[in-house]
């Protein structure tokens, strides 16, 4: 009787180590997935209609799809608090598990103006990155830019959808973005991308949250991309714009890599011309200024090279943060502790102590001869 338990426990332990370990694919898994997972064909079933008709007249909506926007229809599984592949939290106060793109519940914000006299000035959330057309989960087009382009090119702002950027088809492109070529469709429009998709790695859906040794690890082709429909930013460095998509040199390179707070960097200043902080160039990498490097990989803790490159998102997420502008910190702020006081909005990490400035200095060290408050 025990000999038969003892192979009954056995075959259990294997089934169950062979039911993990066996290959699970993805709703996209790079392919196209099951069609009516977005799309009904006859818009009927069991007797009820099954899309919420977007398209006035018919109870139809647009593509047949399952919801009256291609975003709405996204966030029918990408919507939900808590980490994997969810994208838009319930409470702006409690987004998503950071993985590397932001939450778009920040949309949704009263004000995330934290700024001087940011509760009497408020910023609405729409500013907070990227509005996608998903009005049956609250987010609605950016009404600065509604009926026009989005900042800094000619894609329309009405049209913007998770699969402007996303080809929910599948492509083998990291997070299934588009590429060179690729024509994009939304709400009617046309929209033909020019660069490449970037190379990089991300998180899979359970390897916990974005840290300096758990990271997206981007390689080449960001800001380029970004570029598809924002190269306005790109093109006109005679005004002083900050160069994208560059590699950093090797004064910028160092001063990454010596940086290590504000205060590290007060109490060691540079001498001769170097950097501030006694920072090393094996565990300098931050997850809130990330940056371009084909050596990069998702649990790479080491800094940058002369080689290593600025991009898009070394100080902005691509879909929202409880910041203007989906800045990855506060650009408003003079010290990260000031975050969320002003706005009541989620409060942004900051990777170092009270006396802590912008994150810019984490390139431009410019806090070198600060004055921190005395203990």
């Given at each position: 009787m025990r000999t038969a338990t003892y192979i009954y426990a056995a075959l259990l332990a294997v089934a169950v180590v062979a039911l993990f370990a066996a290959p699970a694919a993805a709703f996209h898994d790079g392919g196209v997935a099951h069609c009516n997972g977005c799309h009904t064909?006859?818009?009927?079933?069991?007797?009820?209609?099954?899309?919420?008709?977007g398209t006035p007249g018919n109870g139809v909506n647009a593509y047949l799809l399952l919801a009256s926007t291609p975003s709405d229809t996204c966030l029918r599984c990408h919507a939900g608090d808590g980490g994997s592949y969810h994208v838009l939290a319930t409470d702006p106060l409690v987004p998503t598990d950071e993985r590397g793109g932001g939450d778009f519940v920040f949309l949704t914000e009263d004000n995330i103006n934290d700024g001087h006299n940011g509760s009497l000035n408020p910023i609405l959330g729409y500013e907070a990155g990227h509005n996608i057309n998903a009005p049956g989960h609250g987010i609605n087009v950016d009404p600065i830019f509604a009926g026009g382009s989005g900042p800094g090119g000619n894609f329309p702002a009405n049209d913007l959808a998770c699969s402007s950027c996303h080809d929910p088809h599948g492509t083998d492109s990291f997070r299934l973005l588009y590429g060179a070529n690729r024509l994009v469709r939304t709400n009617g429009s046309t929209y033909v991308f020019t660069a490449d998709a970037p190379v990089a790695a991300?998180?899979?859906?359970?390897?916990?949250?974005?840290?300096?040794?758990?990271?997206?690890?981007?390689?080449?082709?960001?800001?380029?991309?970004?570029?598809?429909?924002?190269?306005?930013?790109?093109?006109?460095?005679?005004?002083?714009?900050?160069?994208?998509?560059?590699?950093?040199?090797?004064?910028?390179?160092?001063?990454?890599?010596?940086?290590?707070?504000?205060?590290?960097?007060?109490?060691?200043?540079?001498?001769?011309?170097?950097?501030?902080?006694?920072?090393?160039?094996?565990?300098?990498?931050?997850?809130?200024?990330?940056?371009?490097?084909?050596?990069?990989?998702?649990?790479?803790?080491?800094?940058?090279?002369?080689?290593?490159?600025?991009?898009?998102?070394?100080?902005?997420?691509?879909?929202?943060?409880?910041?203007?502008?989906?800045?990855?910190?506060?650009?408003?702020?003079?010290?990260?502790?000031?975050?969320?006081?002003?706005?009541?909005?989620?409060?942004?990490?900051?990777?170092?102590?009270?006396?802590?400035?912008?994150?810019?200095?984490?390139?431009?060290?410019?806090?070198?001869?600060?004055?921190?408050?005395?203990?």
């Open positions: 064909m006859h818009n009927s079933q069991g007797g009820a209609i099954v899309a919420d008709g991300g998180l899979g859906l359970f390897f916990g949250v974005e840290s300096n040794s758990n990271h997206t690890a981007y390689q080449s082709g960001m800001s380029a991309w970004c570029g598809n429909c924002h190269g306005d930013f790109h093109n006109n460095v005679a005004a002083l714009i900050h160069p994208s998509g560059t590699p950093l040199g090797g004064t910028i390179s160092s001063a990454y890599n010596a940086y290590n707070g504000t205060t590290d960097c007060v109490n060691n200043p540079g001498v001769a011309g170097a950097p501030c902080g006694t920072g090393t160039q094996a565990t300098a990498y931050l997850a809130q200024v990330p940056f371009e490097d084909a050596a990069n990989t998702t649990t790479s803790t080491t800094g940058t090279t002369s080689s290593s490159v600025v991009m898009c998102l070394t100080c902005h997420r691509s879909h929202a943060t409880s910041s203007p502008d989906a800045g990855r910190w506060d650009f408003n702020v003079t010290l990260l502790d000031e975050d969320g006081l002003e706005s009541g909005a989620y409060v942004l990490p900051n990777p170092y102590d009270a006396n802590q400035r912008s994150l810019c200095n984490k390139c431009h060290s410019k806090d070198e001869f600060d004055h921190l408050p005395v203990p």
